[in-house]
């Protein structure tokens, strides 16, 4: 077992959906990108979609998508991990994530503004963020996880938390991710198979709403082609 997962529950106040409102970085302002973060127990995951997302509405699955279509992916962020909050430092250990290693931790001064809104500052880089908390998604709680298949068929060990009437879910990449300082240089660079680039992008992170105890529909996604699907929810 890692032993990031013996560490003690977040404190309440952080349990529950959160969307991000603003980020502030580099003399620039982000409003417009789809930015989800749920937290659990001590488990999290997180969805970063930017805005001015092509059309997908042609596209079923992963091979159906252009060239352009297959970079544009390779833009969106997206982790899961341990939460341990110490104080007002928040370190979000990352265990699952689409982009390459940055070798940067996840670091943030946490200030909340009222129960439903926090104030984040990066410690060991420059950002501000701010987060505000989806009413009704600090109850009902939960961790759990769930078998999954990649698109070759392949069955992975997948993630999904629960909170309020929300769900996140996290099914991982089943093949190793080359070192590179981003996944779209890692797709731009020379001598990369179209095989290999699909494996790569083949890592769903969605985000949505729960139907029932064994179910949910699936909203916002890594994969836009998942959007609207339903999710089962077979837990192991």
Known sequence: MNPLNKLIAVPASYLGVWRRSLLEQNGSQDTTSLVFWLQADNQHIDIRIPALRPDFSDCTCLQDCSTEQLRWLATQQGFAGVTEVSGNICNWHRELDLQPDN???????????????????????????VWDKIAGTHINVSTHQINSLDSNGVVVIARLL??????????????NLPEASSLLALIDSPNQSLLDILNWLDFEISFGDIVDASHGRINHSTLPFREGQILNFSLV
Not at 103 to 129: A, H, Q, R
Not at 162 to 175: D, E, H, L, V, Y
């Open 103 to 129: 070798g940067v931790p996840d670091i943030g001064e946490m200030v909340f503004s009222g129960e439903n809104k926090l104030l984040e500052t990066g410690v060991e880089s420059v950002y501000f963020e």
């Open 162 to 175: 629960k909170a309020g009437n929300q769900f996140a879910f996290i099914r991982p990449r089943s093949s």
